[in-house]
């Protein structure tokens, strides 16, 4: 997968776009299945654009069955619902990546990954991590669907190297309905059975307008 990401102004006051900035922005596209690549049960679009000092990410998400518990940053949101945004600066595949994921409640969770043999049994995620000066909202829209927004400043991956105006990138949402099987919903499908996101050399390519 590949996108140019375009260049935007977020507002001063919150690090964030509005929403006449969002609807200017096309999609990255519909997530899909991270298995196989089919279209999941519950759709989920991508914006990404790319401002002065951060990268700004909008999940638009049809669900169902909206929920969330766990209410402390750094919580595991993967255990329940959640999107989430794997990135690394340059064109590389990465060996060390951050993972940045946001529940419906709006809680956050920030890590540095590890994981040069693309290995869970090798991988090391480094919860104590912090991307300083990240910024994240949800919505709720009706009783069926939501949004989440990102704003990740690009100081927050200077450990990592320089960027050169290219980025490897991963963009997912975990859907877990009541009573039904849990959705794993990929922009770069990885392939992996049972489903697994860690696997860097899947991930898409980004660049700057």
């Not at 340059?90 to 060390?96: I, K, V």
């Not at 927050?156 to 859907?175: P, Q």
Request: proline letters at 8%; glycine letters at 8%; a negative charge.
């Amino acid at each position: 997968m590949n996108a140019v990401l375009p260049r935007v102004e977020p507002d001063r006051a919150t690090g964030l776009l509005d929403l006449r900035a969002w609807a200017a922005i096309a999609p990255l596209g519909a997530l899909v299945d991270a298995r196989d690549g089919r279209p999941p049960r519950d759709r989920t679009i991508v914006r990404a654009a790319a401002g002065p000092v951060g990268l700004h990410v909008l999940f638009e998400c049809e669900d169902r069955d909206v929920w969330a518990t766990h209410a402390r940053r750094d919580a595991p949101l993967w255990e329940e619902e959640a999107v989430e945004v794997f990135l690394a600066p340059g064109a590389r595949d990465p060996d060390r990546y951050v993972e940045i994921e946001i529940s419906p409640a709006g809680v956050l969770f920030d890590a540095l990954v590890s994981n040069p043999d693309a290995r869970r049994a090798t991988m090391r995620v480094d919860t104590s991590w912090t991307a300083a000066g990240l910024v994240g909202r949800t919505c709720r829209h009706g009783r069926a669907s939501w949004s989440a927004e990102l704003s990740i400043p690009w100081r927050s991956l200077g450990e990592l190297g320089e960027a050169g105006g290219a980025w490897r990138a991963n963009f997912y949402r975990i859907e877990r309905p009541h009573g039904e099987a849990a959705e794993y919903s990929a922009w770069s499908p990885t392939g992996a059975d049972p489903p697994d996101f860690h696997k860097p050399a899947r991930f898409g390519h980004l660049v700057a307008s």
